[in-house]
């Protein structure tokens, strides 16, 4: 009981959700880069923007259950992002649009492509550095050390 209250307070959980939705769009990006030159080939992707919503809205329902930041962060299911029985998340990429089709009918912008994976890339990175700072002061305090 007391590790699950650890683990589910403060920052921890959304920390957690976000690199993983970080981590599976970076897969996600760099298998539209390795197949940008495959003809009939349709990039995938999911919004960021919707990940923020629906994370947003689990943080403020997480506040309204227990008035503020602890307890377990109740992701909802939705038309990109899938929650498991045990809260795990799953994305589910859609397929992109706006680009030109070229001639091998590909729908293809590598710029885009790359600028997506180095923002993403720097979102994983900072939530996986915030977390390990997190995790390093909960170890300190539960050893009993001074930071």
Known sequence: MFIDQITNAGALPSLRATMSFAGQRQKLIAHN??????????P????????QTVLGEAIDRRRGRSG????ALQLESSRELRVGDRGELMIQPQTTSG????HDRN?????????DLTENYGVYR???DL?????????????????
């Open 33 to 42: 880069i390795a197949n940008a030159e495959t003809p009939n080939f349709r």
């Open 44 to 51: 995938l992707d999911v919004s960021p923007a919707h990940f």
């Open 99 to 102: 680009n030109i089709l070229f």
């Open 68 to 71: 503020g930041s602890f307890g």
């Open 131 to 147: 977390l390990r700072s997190h995790t390093l002061r909960l170890q300190s305090a539960l050893g009993e050390r001074v930071g």
């Open 107 to 115: 729908d293809r912008d590598l710029e885009r492509m790359m600028q």
């Open 126 to 128: 900072l939530a996986s």
